[in-house]
């Protein structure tokens, strides 16, 4: 499986206060992803990214920046928490081909976030 | 408005019997549908997929049936082991090349031993 690692695992911050989660892939793939899942809601889309500097927002983006600057790590800021963004968050790499029988993610241990 | 929809939270079978969990999904352009199992405190990991051009896939234990008139697809696991007791999503990608996966809610399925 593709290398994929997200920090922190767990982290709680308090409202209002800038927080920054990590995604670092070593497998040079171009499509990078990130999720949150919350009960009834199972996983959303926040943001992608199909490329160094090149990002665009998901369902879900509001109150959410992200940057890539390198093809093995996108970032995901929330610049002001909230209670709201209280989640489980996901990154997720494209690892398609389709001959083996696999298109789709590979999906990252996920990071537990609090905001209090 | 919810593209991929998996109407049962939860299913509980017994252990040797069969499980089936369903996914309806509302986007023509969808043309290709896989499955995730995740476990708790875990990242979601990839079970089986299946191409608009089939209606069936199979791989061990795990079968997914797709009808394409009925915009619906199913995922049959026989028999099914106490191991299997995880959340289960399905996903959809379109054909217009955008390697999004729209996912539904997900169904938690419970094997008793």
């Known amino acids: 499986d593709a290398g994929i690692t997200q920090s922190p695992r767990h982290k709680v911050t308090e409202t209002g206060t800038p927080v920054t989660l990590r995604c670092h892939q070593t497998e040079n793939h171009r499509y990078m992803y990130w999720y949150r899942q919350d009960p009834g809601h199972g996983l959303r889309l926040i943001h992608y990214s199909y490329g160094v500097k090149d990002t665009d927002k998901g369902e879900v983006s509001d109150g959410y920046s992200v940057s890539r600057s390198k093809t093995e790590d996108f970032l995901l800021t929330l610049e002001s928490a909230t209670s709201s963004q209280t989640s489980v968050y996901f990154c997720?790499?494209?690892?398609?081909?389709?001959?083996?029988?696999?298109?789709?993610?590979?999906f990252g241990s996920g990071t537990r976030l609090t905001v209090v | 408005d919810q593209q991929v929809k998996q109407n049962s939270p939860s299913l509980s079978v017994q252990e040797g019997r069969i499980s089936i969990l369903n996914c309806d999904y509302t986007?023509?352009?969808?043309?290709?549908f896989l499955w995730y199992k995740k476990y708790p405190a875990e990242g979601p990991t990839f079970l089986i997929s299946i191409s608009s051009i089939k209606d069936k896939n199979e791989d061990g234990r795990f079968t997914v049936f797709l009808n394409k008139s009925a915009k619906h697809l199913s995922l049959h696991i026989v028999p099914s082991q106490p191991g299997d007791s995880a959340v289960y999503f399905c996903a959809s990608k379109d054909q217009g090349g955008s390697e999004k996966l729209v996912f539904g809610k997900g169904t938690k399925l419970t094997v008793n031993p």
């Open positions: 997720a790499i494209s690892e398609s081909d389709r001959r083996q029988g696999r298109d789709g993610y590979t």
């Open positions: 986007n023509s352009m969808f043309d290709y």
